[in-house]
């Protein structure tokens, strides 16, 4: 067994993988940025020691949202900027699961599924925040899309970080009476009435592809989507602005897959770490086909241009500045200080490239960039050229 990346998975299965289906041009590019990340295909430079001579060849990243190996500095960028938004409030973290019962039409018409995801959830917790019954005001909360279960099987859902109160139209900030946000019983059935009023509505409006119409049948699907309860699964609340943005960070940029759980491969089979059993938090290794392996990684690369992150109430863009300062006020609270903010946010990029930089040999020197490395065009000839829809 050979120990294994995302890319050596790619590399040792896609020629099996593509003699028997051709991929859509959003995955073709993730797959593409995937093998050439971090090697000569995309350049680079040579570091070269100022202590000792020793040298070392550093490639550039492909950025993709989907890349293992490209998400801690988006992560660590985008908690930064969150700083400026986090309320001194317990926050409240909610999950909307979608029944598997719309899995095949999900993988028909994604976009439109996972639009209609977050339209239906933030609706909810938008009505149930007005609603003076629970807080009666405009509230502060983040949705965050996943699609994957640990085996990489399809189980689409999003991660709601809701700040405990809401802000009235008089301007005062409301608290929640309980230990509890909202009541998780009553904040399902309204979801899956929401969501499945929306599929209904782009139904009878035609906005269905031809394809989805003829394959799905929808009285059916419907009937199974009433069969059984919706999950809406409510976590304790967190502490203070660190705790929240320590939480944000495990859920904001992960991807379907890490290197670190891919265990290896062995012979024609991909093996991997999943969760076991939650009590004990202990992991177990499962086994799969490569090319079953890489058609369940693909299947959660999101529609292109397709914002999986958001925000709603005080935070959407149309109103975060100014609300949120009503929302300080509020609580009595000041502003955060941005002189401090950005130079935290320098120190730690400073510290970063101060580890980088020294040199593991001398332990002495510093890494000076020595030479540029020109893109090299040396990537596998089985490449898949974008095709079919995004």
Not at 183 to 189: G, H, I, N, R, T
Request: hydrophobic share 40%; glycine share 8%; net charge positive.
């Amino acid at each position: 067994m050979s120990r294994a990346g995302l890319a050596e998975v790619i590399n040792a299965f896609g020629p099996a993988y593509l003699a028997t289906r051709s991929l859509p041009r959003g995955a073709a590019r993730v797959w593409r940025a995937i093998l050439a990340c971090r090697t000569a295909a995309l350049g680079g430079h040579i570091d070269t020691c100022d202590g000792c001579g020793r040298s070392r060849h550093v490639y550039h990243s492909c950025r993709n949202r989907h890349c293992p190996q490209c998400q801690t500095r988006a992560k660590e960028v985008w908690i930064a900027a969150r700083r400026r938004e986090v309320l001194p409030v317990p926050y409240f973290h909610l999950v909307f699961t979608l029944p598997h019962d719309l899995n095949p039409l999900i993988a028909a018409a994604p976009r439109t599924l996972y639009e209609t995801l977050f339209g239906a959830a933030s609706g909810t917790l938008n009505a149930f925040a007005a609603n003076p019954r629970h807080l009666g005001g405009v509230p502060a909360f983040s949705l965050v899309l996943h699609t994957w279960k640990q085996d990489l099987e399809r189980h689409v859902h999003v991660h709601a970080l809701v700040a405990g109160g809401a802000l009235t139209t008089t301007g005062e900030w409301v608290r929640p009476t309980s230990g509890f946000l909202f009541p998780v019983k009553a904040l399902s059935k309204v979801f899956r009435g929401k969501f499945v009023a929306a599929l209904e509505g782009l139904r009878i409006s035609g906005r269905w592809s031809e394809s989805v119409q003829a394959n799905v049948d929808w009285p059916c699907v419907k009937r199974a989507l009433y069969a059984h309860d919706w999950v809406v699964y409510a976590k304790a609340p967190l502490g203070g602005p660190e705790a929240v943005l320590d939480y944000l960070g495990r859920y904001t940029h992960r991807v379907a897959i890490s290197n670190e759980r891919i265990v290896g491969i062995d012979g024609n089979d991909v093996r991997f770490r999943v969760r076991g059993d939650p009590e004990s938090g202990q992991k177990r290794v499962v086994r799969l086909p490569g090319t079953e392996f890489i058609r369940r990684f693909l299947q959660h690369v999101l529609p292109t241009g397709f914002k999986r992150i958001r925000h709603y109430g005080l935070l959407s863009a149309a109103r975060k500045k100014r609300c949120l300062a009503a929302a300080r006020a509020a609580l009595d609270v000041p502003p955060p200080h941005p002189e401090v903010i950005e130079s935290v946010d320098e120190f730690l990029r400073r510290v970063a490239r101060i580890e980088a930089a020294r040199c593991p040999h001398c332990g002495v020197g510093q890494f000076r960039v020595s030479a540029v490395l020109l893109r090299e065009p040396g990537l596998p000839a089985y490449l898949p050229s974008p095709r079919g829809p995004p």
